[in-house]
């Protein structure tokens, strides 16, 4: 029999060693993009339009690929110190 005051608890799911690991990501949509990069709306949507980031469609979604971000983020010039 249930336990009537168990009734009104949330369900928890239950992970154990068993459970697949989680997939890699393979695209965010832009705002993903500058969220997780610290780069500005603008300067990610430039660089899909001059074609240095890549992106895909999917319905009304733009979805930035995550190996084009790494990418394109590696290819950014370092910072040189000033002395």
């Known amino acids: 029999m249930p336990n009537?005051?168990?009734r009104?608890?949330?369900r928890v799911a239950v992970h154990d060693d068993t459970d697949p690991p989680a997939a890699p990501t393979l695209a965010v949509t832009v705002m993903e993009a500058v969220r997780i990069t610290g780069l500005g709306r603008v300067t990610v949507l430039e660089a899909i339009c001059d074609g240095r980031l890549?992106?895909?469609k999917a319905g009304p979604r733009v979805l930035v690929?995550?190996?084009s971000l790494r990418a394109f983020l590696a290819s950014l010039p370092p910072v040189r110190s000033a002395s």
Do not use: G, H, I, T
């Open 8 to 10: 009104n608890l949330p």
């Open 4 to 6: 009537p005051s168990a």
């Open 65 to 67: 690929l995550m190996d």
């Open 54 to 56: 890549q992106a895909v």
